[in-house]
C-alpha cells in the first residue's frame, strides 16, 4: 500500500510569485485535504477536494486555489505569494462517509518566501 | 463551532516516567477526537481516535486517552516514556460538517530525558 506523497520537499520563492505543491494520495483514497502549519503552530485547514471539486474551504483567501485530477491526486496553487505564507504545506487523503475523519498525512513541502 | 486547547506547549519527562498531556474540547455535539503525533521532519501519524464508542480509547505504542463529557477533556497519557516518544504531539476534534475538516490545537513539544 503506497503512502501519501508530496513534491518537492523545500521549496524557496520571493514575495509576488507563483507557486504549485502536488500531493498524490494513498491507495483507494478519493479525498484530498491540504492544511498549512506556519512555524510553532498547529496545522490549518486550507481547504478539501473530493471527486475533482473542491468540497469545503478555511479561511485562505482565493489565492490559495487547488486541484484533483481522475486519479484522485491533488495540487495547491497559491498566487502573489507573501512573506505570511512561508510554512508547512500539509496534505491529507481520506475517504468519504464514516471514515472522513481518518486522514492520512503526507510529509509536507517546505515553502520559504523571501 | 469546535475547537480544542492544549493546556501545555511543552512537556519535559525522564525516560520510564508516566507521560500525560492535556486537552480540552468545544463542541455543540458529541464530537470525533484525535491525538496526532509529528516527528521532526516527519508527516503527522494518527496516534488514536475517539468516535463516540468507549471512553477509554487505546492507540499505537502504548499511548491511551480517556474522553470525559463532564469535564470536555481528552487527555493523552503514557504508562512509561520512551526516548522515541519526543515529538510533537496535537489534540485535534472532527468538525460537524460533512467533509472531514480537521481542527488542530496549538501541539505539545514532548522533551524525554534520559
Known amino acids: 500500500e503506497t503512502g501519501v506523497t508530496q513534491s518537492p520537499t523545500h521549496l524557496i520563492k520571493t514575495r509576488g510569485q507563483q507557486v504549485t505543491l502536488r500531493c498524490s494520495s494513498q491507495?483507494?483514497?478519493?479525498?484530498v485535504s491540504w492544511y498549512q502549519q506556519a512555524l510553532g503552530q498547529g496545522p490549518q485547514f486550507i481547504f478539501q477536494?473530493?471527486?475533482?471539486?473542491?468540497?469545503g474551504r478555511g479561511n485562505f483567501p482565493p489565492r490559495f486555489s487547488g486541484l484533483q485530477f481522475p486519479n484522485y491526486s491533488s495540487e495547491l496553487n497559491v498566487n502573489a505569494l507573501e512573506l505570511d505564507d512561508s510554512a508547512l504545506y500539509l496534505c491529507?487523503?481520506?475517504?468519504?462517509?464514516?471514515?472522513?475523519?481518518?486522514?492520512?498525512f503526507g510529509p509536507g513541502t517546505r515553502l520559504t518566501v523571501t | 463551532a469546535q475547537s480544542v486547547t492544549q493546556l501545555d506547549s511543552h512537556v519535559s519527562v525522564s525516560e520510564g516516567t508516566p507521560v500525560l498531556l492535556r486537552c480540552n474540547y468545544s463542541?455543540?455535539?458529541?464530537?470525533?477526537l484525535f491525538w496526532y503525533v509529528q516527528h521532526p521532519n516527519k508527516g503527522l501519524q494518527l496516534l488514536l481516535k475517539?468516535?463516540?464508542?468507549?471512553?477509554l480509547v487505546k492507540g499505537i505504542n502504548g499511548f491511551e486517552a480517556e474522553f470525559k463529557k463532564s469535564e470536555t477533556s481528552f487527555h493523552l497519557t503514557k504508562p512509561s516514556a520512551h526516548m522515541s516518544d519526543a515529538a510533537e504531539y496535537f489534540c485535534?476534534?472532527?468538525?460537524?460538517?460533512?467533509?472531514?475538516?480537521?481542527?488542530f490545537g496549538a501541539g505539545t513539544q514532548v522533551v524525554v530525558t534520559p
Open positions: 491529507a487523503s481520506s475517504t468519504e462517509g464514516l471514515a472522513k475523519y481518518e486522514q492520512y
Open positions: 491507495s483507494g483514497h478519493n479525498t
Open positions: 477536494y473530493y471527486r475533482e471539486e473542491e468540497n
Open positions: 463542541s455543540s455535539y458529541s464530537p470525533s
Open positions: 475517539y468516535t463516540s464508542a468507549a471512553t
Open positions: 485535534v476534534v472532527g468538525s460537524s460538517d460533512s467533509w472531514g475538516k480537521l481542527q
